[in-house]
């Protein structure tokens, strides 16, 4: 059973083109969350999707940040006119249907961002 | 406000010393704690999970304590090994579904 895979693992973007983030859960996974660790910090929650449902975006920035979980395929961060300080590494997880107390989450590898 | 704050901040043993990495959390309402294994470049690996009625539990040489009382953690790591070197996540888990908030983490660098 592969686990949570992300691509691309390392993205180069300028200052105002668009990042498009891909993660892939676990095989039987159906939620999935994206998180934010900027250098020295701890990873900040972003959003929690389950398939084509945004369940809770309250840590999203609220403009040029979005996130899709499609019926069919990987789901998706994308940052839109993107700025030096959107560099970072950016980890998606994933959980079982029935997560029951322990909401075991399971890490890709994440993607790092660097803006130029 | 929900904050997990660890301490210290980074540590640095010998080969073959133990150590204790602490984690206080003022999360609320509290579902689980867990430690995470983060190595340079990678994501978080879960070590242990322990609920608000379990007050210790073992992953190999990695034992971690729960106090629900007064809300402290601690991961005690014995016979350390180079590859221990690594940073350690205190994460705390509302109820199921919910965001996890994570600690800064304690940098652990074991040498030779």
């Known amino acids: 059973n592969a686990g949570v895979m992300q691509n691309p693992r390392h993205l180069v973007r300028r200052r105002g083109q668009e990042a498009r983030l891909r993660c892939s859960p676990m095989k039987g996974h159906s939620h999935v969350y994206w998180y934010r660790q900027l250098p020295e910090e701890g990873l900040k929650f972003m959003v929690y999707l389950q398939k084509e449902n945004i369940i809770d975006e309250s840590g999203m920035p609220k403009e040029r940040f979005s996130a899709e979980f499609p019926k069919e395929g990987p789901s998706i961060l994308r940052i839109q006119q993107v700025v030096r300080g959107d560099s970072a590494a950016y980890f998606c997880?994933?959980?079982?249907?029935?997560?029951?107390?322990?909401?075991?989450?399971?890490f890709g590898p994440g993607t790092r961002l660097t803006v130029l | 406000k929900n904050q997990v704050e660890q301490s210290p901040q980074s540590l640095i043993i010998l080969e073959g010393k133990n150590c204790t990495l602490q984690c206080n959390y003022t999360v609320s309402p509290f579902s689980n704690l867990r430690w995470y294994k983060q190595d340079t470049g990678r994501g978080p690996v879960s070590l242990t999970i322990m609920t608000f009625s379990e007050n210790t539990k073992s992953n190999g040489r990695y034992t971690a304590t729960l106090d629900a009382d007064t809300k402290q953690s601690s991961l005690h790591i014995t016979a350390s090994q180079l590859s221990d070197s690594a940073s350690y996540i205190c994460?705390?888990?509302?109820?199921?579904?919910?965001?996890?908030?994570f600690g800064k983490g304690t940098t652990l660098s074991v040498s030779s």
């Open positions: 997880a994933s959980s079982p249907p029935l997560a029951g107390v322990y909401n075991e989450q399971f």
């Open positions: 994460v705390v888990s509302g109820p199921a579904g919910t965001a996890l908030i």
